[in-house]
């Protein structure tokens, strides 16, 4: 009998390191079949779990029912699992460099948890090489194992996309690997019981890992592409969003949007690709151009509207800016690497007064990770109003909501694209 036949039979638990968008979701939904046995590092939100909270605010209580799941911060308890996934955060630092600190202490953790005959499974997005060249090293030199003698490893890349409450972990394909035959066929087994819509083996832990990192490289490219052409329609004072949909009746045409590219995923992953790209003594010119192009794209903004209220005779250090919205995208509470904040800092540094609100932002997250203090209610009249983000809850509004907010004189910057019906209404900019 081997490991999978074991944790199908519950004579063996599976294992999840990090409890965060992408680890509680897979717990859970191996909790329905096997027992697993959670962990995170932050007591704080393992006692949230254990009262069926989800501290990331994307899954409800009705998640944590019927769920044979044990939460817990011991490495104690995680030694009692034979298969551990590690699925932990792989941000970037201030220099866009891969930050690896999360991946190494999993590592770590893993080492500690093992024993002969155990496999490990990596989630977290990396550069291709990474899970064998870096993970594995620490693992042996903490456990006292040897790779592929005492244990097995394996990559399976995340797929789950914050706030999609249609592509989930189920409904989409799931990709796996192993470092061996036997191994990649054991790990396939497994996952394939959690993921109806089936499973791709790739042929080596790199490719799956390449296959990871192009996935977002090919949306940050595409929609570098799309900021590119906004900047110049800008330029021709045509909207972007009209172009788009025009060029969108042809049945070939790609539809992307301009925007600000933030988050843990598109506006990371393609850093991991040309680092280790440089490495290797290449310099990946397309990649990198379209990362320049997004990550310039809050300093875009911010220019352009400074423009536009100098042109209206006002006084910039006299200027109040609404900012709506600074999660990373709509209807998620995320803000890791959000470009709202960026654009934010951008306006401040011209001396302008900008307030923001996010109705589902965490204040003190924000507080904490940005400086920036949220309010609860617009307090006009405003200069300008940016719509940084499309949530839900703004869709509805109406012409007469921003023109009580605004000064009549004052510029609606609608960076979605939401309200392009209004155009008409205000003293109107978008991409």
Same mark, same amino acid.
């Given at each position: 009998?081997?490991?999978?036949? =074991?944790?199908f039979? =519950?004579?063996?638990?599976?294992s999840?390191?990090?409890?965060?968008?992408?680890?509680?979701?897979?717990?859970?939904?191996?909790?329905?079949?096997?027992?697993?046995?959670?962990?995170?590092?932050?007591?704080?939100?393992?006692?949230?779990?254990?009262s069926?909270?989800?501290?990331?605010?994307?899954?409800?209580?009705?998640?944590?029912?019927?769920?044979d799941?044990?939460?817990?911060?011991?490495?104690?308890?995680?030694?009692?699992?034979?298969?551990?996934?590690?699925? +932990?955060p792989?941000?970037?630092?201030?220099?866009?460099?891969?930050?690896?600190?999360?991946?190494?202490?999993?590592?770590?953790?893993?080492?500690?948890?093992?024993?002969?005959?155990?496999?490990?499974?990596?989630?977290?997005?990396?550069?291709?090489?990474?899970?064998?060249?870096?993970? +594995?090293?620490?693992?042996?030199?903490?456990?006292?194992?040897?790779?592929?003698?005492?244990?097995?490893?394996? $990559?399976?890349?995340?797929?789950?996309?914050?706030?999609? =409450?249609?592509?989930? @972990?189920?409904?989409v394909?799931?990709?796996?690997?192993?470092?061996?035959?036997?191994?990649?066929?054991?790990? &396939?087994?497994?996952?394939?019981? +959690?993921?109806?819509?089936?499973i791709?083996?790739?042929?080596?832990?790199?490719?799956?890992?390449? &296959?990871?990192?192009?996935?977002?490289?090919?949306?940050?490219?595409?929609?570098?592409?799309?900021?590119?052409?906004?900047?110049?329609?800008?330029?021709?004072?045509?909207?972007?969003?009209? +172009?788009?949909? &025009?060029?969108?009746?042809?049945?070939n045409?790609?539809?992307?949007?301009?925007?600000?590219?933030?988050? %843990?995923?598109?506006?990371?992953?393609?850093y991991?690709?040309?680092? =280790?790209? %440089?490495?290797?003594?290449?310099?990946?010119?397309?990649?990198?151009?379209?990362?320049?192009?997004?990550?310039?794209?809050?300093?875009?903004?911010?220019?352009?509207?400074?423009?536009?209220?100098?042109?209206?005779?006002?006084?910039?250090?006299?200027?109040?800016?609404?900012?709506?919205?600074?999660?990373?995208?709509?209807?998620?509470?995320d803000?890791?690497?959000?470009?709202?904040?960026?654009?934010?800092?951008?306006?401040?540094?011209?001396?302008?007064?900008?307030?923001?609100?996010?109705?589902?932002?965490?204040?003190?997250?924000?507080?904490?990770? $940005?400086?920036?203090? @949220?309010?609860?209610?617009?307090?006009?009249?405003?200069?300008?109003?940016?719509?940084?983000?499309?949530?839900?809850? $703004?869709?509805s509004?109406?012409?007469?909501?921003?023109?009580? @907010?605004?000064?009549?004189?004052?510029?609606?910057?609608d960076?979605?694209? @939401?309200?392009?019906?209004?155009?008409?209404?205000?003293?109107?900019?978008?991409?």
């Amino acid at each position: 009998m081997n490991i999978s036949d =074991k944790l199908f039979s =519950k004579q063996e638990k599976l294992s999840v390191i990090g409890l965060g968008y992408v680890g509680l979701p897979i717990a859970l939904e191996f909790a329905k079949k096997i027992s697993v046995i959670g962990f995170d590092i932050s007591p704080k939100r393992i006692e949230l779990m254990k009262s069926g909270i989800d501290p990331s605010n994307e899954l409800d209580q009705a998640a944590f029912k019927n769920s044979d799941i044990l939460f817990t911060s011991s490495i104690e308890d995680l030694k009692k699992a034979s298969f551990h996934i590690v699925a +932990v955060p792989t941000p970037i630092d201030k220099n866009n460099l891969p930050d690896l600190s999360f991946i190494t202490s999993a590592s770590e953790i893993a080492g500690k948890a093992i024993k002969k005959g155990d496999y490990v499974v990596f989630e977290s997005t990396v550069f291709p090489g990474a899970t064998e060249e870096i993970c +594995v090293p620490i693992i042996e030199k903490v456990s006292g194992l040897k790779f592929k003698v005492d244990f097995k490893i394996g $990559y399976s890349p995340e797929r789950i996309n914050p706030g999609d =409450k249609l592509h989930t @972990l189920s409904s989409v394909v799931k990709i796996t690997s192993g470092c061996d035959e036997e191994s990649a066929g054991i790990i &396939a087994k497994v996952y394939a019981t +959690v993921v109806k819509a089936g499973i791709h083996s790739a042929p080596s832990i790199k490719v799956a890992e390449a &296959a990871k990192i192009i996935e977002n490289t090919q949306r940050d490219l595409n929609i570098a592409l799309m900021n590119e052409l906004s900047i110049i329609f800008h330029k021709m004072e045509i909207n972007t969003f009209d +172009v788009l949909e &025009a060029a969108g009746t042809k049945w070939n045409f790609l539809k992307f949007f301009p925007g600000l590219v933030g988050g %843990h995923c598109i506006g990371v992953d393609p850093y991991y690709l040309t680092f =280790k790209a %440089h490495e290797l003594g290449h310099f990946a010119q397309v990649i990198t151009s379209g990362r320049a192009v997004n990550d310039g794209m809050s300093k875009f903004i911010a220019n352009e509207l400074v423009k536009g209220i100098i042109k209206t005779g006002k006084n910039l250090l006299k200027s109040k800016i609404l900012v709506m919205g600074l999660t990373f995208k709509e209807n998620v509470s995320d803000i890791r690497n959000s470009k709202v904040a960026d654009l934010v800092a951008e306006l401040q540094s011209y001396g302008i007064k900008v307030d923001v609100i996010d109705p589902v932002a965490d204040s003190e997250e924000v507080k904490h990770e $940005y400086g920036i203090d @949220l309010i609860k209610t617009p307090e006009g009249k405003y200069d300008s109003i940016i719509l940084a983000v499309a949530h839900n809850s $703004y869709a509805s509004l109406q012409e007469t909501y921003f023109k009580n @907010l605004m000064d009549e004189r004052g510029i609606f910057f609608d960076v979605k694209g @939401l309200f392009r019906s209004f155009s008409d209404k205000f003293n109107y900019m978008s991409l």
